[in-house]
């Protein structure tokens, strides 16, 4: 029989996708990691609707306290980002570092199964032919595509997982539909059939907002708001506050709508200008992971997203000395911000994705 561990929040989606390869004949184990005492999925009161969704199943559950693993890679991480003037996503760093990493070992060593399965709305497929659709010759490789479901895909939190942990990956959901996942936890009778989806980052749900959690770490410390000739406009409470591409609550007049277009660290200032000195034609990306086709050697075509309810646009990736690589937009975008992913594709396939730097 074919076995598999699960990944369970305690949401809907890892339930459904439990519940699904239960159904399909598959030896289903339940493994959710603690990652902070709280509300909300991926806390203490998640772990409990977990638990419950194994006892519906049937299947053994296993919790694994990972609080130290998130509290260095996700909670320290965004800190120093933070604090650094960038505005970090955690998402993409925990799924990798946090979660699949440490689940597929868990399930190795520890239960002597090779394969994982979670509740994210993306499809995994195997390009035996070594040649991908988008006409590249390549090694026979996984292949990460968008979800059926494009007003759910996750893929673009997904871009830094390795073809180690593709191979070792499921994703039951991401041939349907959000509303097929509901239609299915109905019909199973299960416990969170009807449980309000996550809105929020986990940290943003258990402190109230992002704001709230950074005053816990980052002491406020006051600062000037300049435009970009450094007139002083008025007066911030600490940089973690503030974002680039942010207009409201600067709490500063002006005869213009201004928005946040830099963030000095050194200087602890807020940088503030009008829509037109918002747009930006190219911007360096570090960390590049190369997911579905090999590093290439020359500059290629693809559609990039630079956050994650962005449109995917026409932009030239050219490829740079090390994991780093310059994109270039057919037309400029708005306020690329520093410490968010950019993901780029072909069609469905997630080719590669990293940090933006600047």
Known sequence: MNKVVVGLSGGVD??????????????????????????????????????????????????????????ANIVDYLVAGYEAGITPLPC?????????????????????????????????????????????????????????????????????????????????????????????????QLKTADKPESQDLCLIEKHGSMQAFLDKYIPQQKGDIVDQQGKVLGQHTGIHHYTIGQRKGLGIAAAQPLYVVGLDAAQNRVIVGDRTSTDQSECAVQRVNWVSIPEPTSPIRAEVQVRYRSEAVPVTVIPKTGDRVKLVFDEPQFCITPGQAAVWYDGDILLGGGIIER
């Not at 159904?23 to 603690?34: A, I, K, R, S």
Request: aromatic share 10%; with cysteine; proline share 3%.
């Open 14 to 71: 890892s339930s459904v996708a439990a519940a699904t390869l239960h159904h399909q004949g598959y030896e289903v184990v339940g493994l959710t990691l603690w990652l902070m005492k709280g509300k909300g999925q991926c806390c203490s009161e998640g772990m409990v609707d977990a638990a419950f969704i194994c006892e519906q199943l049937g299947i053994p559950h296993h919790i694994v306290d990972s609080r130290e693993v998130f509290q």
């Open 92 to 188: 993409s760093q925990c799924n990798k570092t946090v979660k699949f990493a440490p689940m597929v070992l868990y399930a190795r060593e520890q239960l002597g199964i090779d394969r994982i399965a979670t509740g994210h709305y993306a499809r995994i497929t195997y390009d035996s032919a070594g040649v991908s659709e988008a006409g590249r010759n390549s090694a026979p490789r996984y292949q990460l595509r968008r979800a059926v479901d494009l007003s759910k895909d996750q893929s673009y939190f997904l871009y830094d997982l390795s073809q180690e942990m593709l191979a070792a990956s499921v994703f039951p959901l991401g041939e349907q539909t959000k509303a097929e996942t509901r239609r299915i936890a109905g019909e199973f």
